[in-house]
């Protein structure tokens, strides 16, 4: 089998040699990108955190104001005492283990991956219902990137963003987007023909046709993207730990480096309990509910 | 009279390369035979066909003979390749293939709307948001539209529905929805394509005649849609027969009965009802029958009565009818006249 080993085809090379020259030639693309996103999750964590309170009398108090905040958006979002409740509680109790930084730290990550990942995954999603050749191109990539090993593609982000929120952020969005992708083109092209034609028969513009009726008709699948977009998000903490975002997932590294079992189970159930609240608050409500 | 749509020699094709089919049409191929030579689908072949200002105009066939299709000819939404549409507004005609994209949408706002079969509303909008789909399409100001769409929900008695969603509402609501919002527009010209055979046949019928009572107000010009006969027959001022493709036939529902293009029509015409066309004038033997004098006059019609009224009259009290026109007796009917006037149509020498 020599002859087969013998001559390498140079994959690794060349991939090696793609990720060099973006990193020289795509550096001030990297660099301004960079700094954007790590502006906005500063401005998260900012918001979260409430750093300017540190050193007074209110810096205890601040997330209690945060945990009232977000049962309030959970009872806004839902109207179930149920829900509103277990956010407060399970919130409470993320305070009591001493995980709370850690908790806003993920969930600045996982917005910030959200916003990004819908923000461009709805015009790709259009663009790729509007143009069979653009989904055409389009879908062995989200293949591959859902179906890559997330460790393959922290290689090359370490690289182009340096260790961080940023990569962490990217690798996210990376693993993510595919999703409000395809429901965004799903809902669209799966308007009825009727409708998009009751809507030109009347005079409508194709803007006023994506705007009026095949955006508002996918807009469940497009929530069903958005919340699977941060369930996504937040299935990477543990990931984007690696890559030095900090968050949830660092406790669950160092537990599995020092084997403490303790500090591993609280860190984990931090993340459940966030989990559970995120997909309470934003899941769309049950198919059906759209006739 | 005047003209409000004409076709010149519609033809209109679905496919990349219509020269190919249309070279075809001219040979007088059938759909299946193009369809087979060249790929490309026949909607319509050479129509020429004028919608008076004010009529009802059905278009008639079986599944497929390309009815919706030059329905759609009327506002371009279907791709006619040869010939010319004309359609009459008030700064002269249009024809909407050679016009500008503006003048078009403009076209599509004001002097042409459509009414759906499966009624085409959008369902994640109330009663009110729907019927005024298209003036706020057509940026009419909130305050003048919530008027005018409160005036349509007045005319098809839905304002006490306006806030609801309109899945909440029964097909035959629905479709007075799908009414209000073509009449909002103001626009003078309706394509009605089959509006109500997605709906029961009791419903039906009550939609028909509100569509003939709003007619009577509003007096729009209105091509139709339908393959039952029976509809035509009822709504129609004419009746536009199409097979394949083709226009067989045109003129008034009586023409078409008295005297089938071929047996196309024909076969149309013998599974149609007329109980519902024919006039005391239609079925009377005239002058005055030798067994009139035998049997009782049970009542007087005038020439128009409906042939249903003459049903009822003597289904209460047996015996003859006496048509009498500007005070003369100018015929009878009795149970024989009756049979005979409603199978006439079903006799070959009519
Ligand atoms: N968008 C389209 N693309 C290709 N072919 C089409 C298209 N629309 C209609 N056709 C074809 O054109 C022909 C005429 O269709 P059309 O819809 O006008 O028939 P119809 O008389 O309205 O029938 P029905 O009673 O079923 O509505 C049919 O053979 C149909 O398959
Ligand atoms: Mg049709």
Redesign the pocket.
């Known amino acids: 089998m020599d002859w087969l080993s013998s001559y390498k085809l140079p994959i690794g090379q060349g991939a090696k040699a793609f990720v060099d020259w973006l990193t020289t030639s795509g550096e001030w693309l990297f660099n301004a990108l960079s700094a954007v996103l790590q502006a906005s999750i500063d401005l998260l964590l900012f918001l979260l955190q409430g750093p300017f309170l540190k050193g007074t009398a209110f810096e205890q108090l601040y997330p209690l104001l945060i945990i009232v905040l977000i049962s309030a958006f959970a009872w806004y979002m839902r109207r179930s005492l149920g829900v509103t409740l277990f956010t407060a509680l399970g919130l409470l109790l993320i305070v009591n283990q001493g995980y709370w930084k850690e908790t806003t730290e993920t969930l600045a990550l996982v917005l910030a991956a959200s916003a990004v990942s819908m923000t461009v995954g709805i015009p790709l999603g259009i663009a790729a219902a509007r143009r069979p050749w653009i989904y055409a191109i389009m879908r062995p990539i989200l293949d591959l990137m859902q179906t890559i090993p997330t460790f393959v593609y922290l290689i090359p982000a370490l690289i182009l963003f340096g260790l961080g929120m940023v990569p962490g952020l990217i690798a996210t969005v990376i693993f993510a987007i595919p999703a409000p992708i395809r429901l965004t083109r799903l809902g669209i092209i799966s308007t009825p023909p009727s409708l998009v034609e009751a809507a030109q028969a009347f005079g409508a513009t194709p803007g006023q046709v994506l705007k009026k009726v095949e955006l508002p008709f996918a807009m469940p699948q497009i929530m069903a993207g958005l919340t699977q977009t941060i369930m996504l998000s937040l299935s990477m903490v543990v990931i984007a730990a690696l890559v030095g975002a900090n968050g949830l997932g660092v406790p669950v590294v160092r537990a599995l480096n020092s084997v403490n079992v303790a500090k591993g189970f609280e860190a984990g159930l931090c993340i459940v309990i966030l989990a559970i609240i995120l997909d309470r608050v934003f899941r769309t409500s049950d198919a059906g509910d759209v006739a | 009279m005047t003209a409000a749509v004409t076709f010149n020699n519609v033809s209109i094709i679905?496919?990349k390369d219509p020269d190919a089919a249309l070279k075809l049409v001219d040979q007088g191929k059938s759909?299946d035979e193009i369809g087979h030579e060249t790929g490309m689908?026949?909607?319509?072949a050479d129509a020429s066909l004028t919608i008076e200002e004010g009529e009802i105009l059905v278009l008639m066939?079986?599944?497929?003979?390309?009815?919706?299709?030059?329905?759609r000819a009327v506002n371009g939404l279907?791709p006619v390749v040869r010939g010319d549409v004309a359609v009459a507004t008030k700064a002269g005609p249009i024809n909407p293939y050679k016009t500008s994209a503006k003048s078009l949408r403009d076209f599509r706002m004001h002097v042409v709307s459509m009414v759906f079969?499966q009624f085409a509303l959008l369902p994640w909008r109330t009663v009110a948001e729907n019927v005024g789909f298209g003036l706020e399409l057509a940026n009419v100001p909130e305050e003048e539209r919530s008027r005018r769409v409160a005036e349509q929900l007045e005319l098809v008695n839905l304002t006490k529905w306006a806030n609801r969603k309109v899945n909440e509402l029964s097909g035959g609501m629905q479709q007075r929805v799908g009414l209000a919002r073509a009449f909002a527009t103001g626009a003078p010209i309706l394509l009605m394509?089959?509006p109500f055979s997605a709906l029961d046949p009791l419903i039906r019928t009550r939609l028909q005649d509100e569509l003939l009572e709003f007619q009577r107000r509003l007096k729009k010009t209105i091509l139709f849609?339908s393959?039952d006969l029976d509809e035509a027959f009822r709504i129609g001022n004419r009746i536009a027969i199409?097979e394949g493709?083709r226009i067989i036939q045109c003129g008034t529902p009586q023409e078409i009965v008295k005297n089938p293009a071929n047996q196309y029509v024909a076969d149309f015409v013998a599974n149609m009802n007329p109980i519902n066309m024919l006039t005391a004038g239609d079925v009377m033997e005239t002058g005055i029958a030798a067994s009139a004098s035998e049997t009782p006059v049970s009542g007087n019609a005038a020439p128009t009565t409906p042939l249903v009224d003459i049903l009822d009259a003597l289904a209460r009290k047996p015996g003859n009818i006496g048509v009498v026109d500007n005070g003369a007796i100018i015929g009878t009917i009795n149970a024989q006249n009756i049979i005979e006037g409603l199978t006439r149509h079903r006799r070959k020498d009519g």
């Open positions: 679905f496919g759909r689908v026949l909607g319509v066939g079986l599944s497929g003979s390309g009815k919706s299709t030059l329905l279907a079969q394509d089959e849609v393959h199409m493709g």
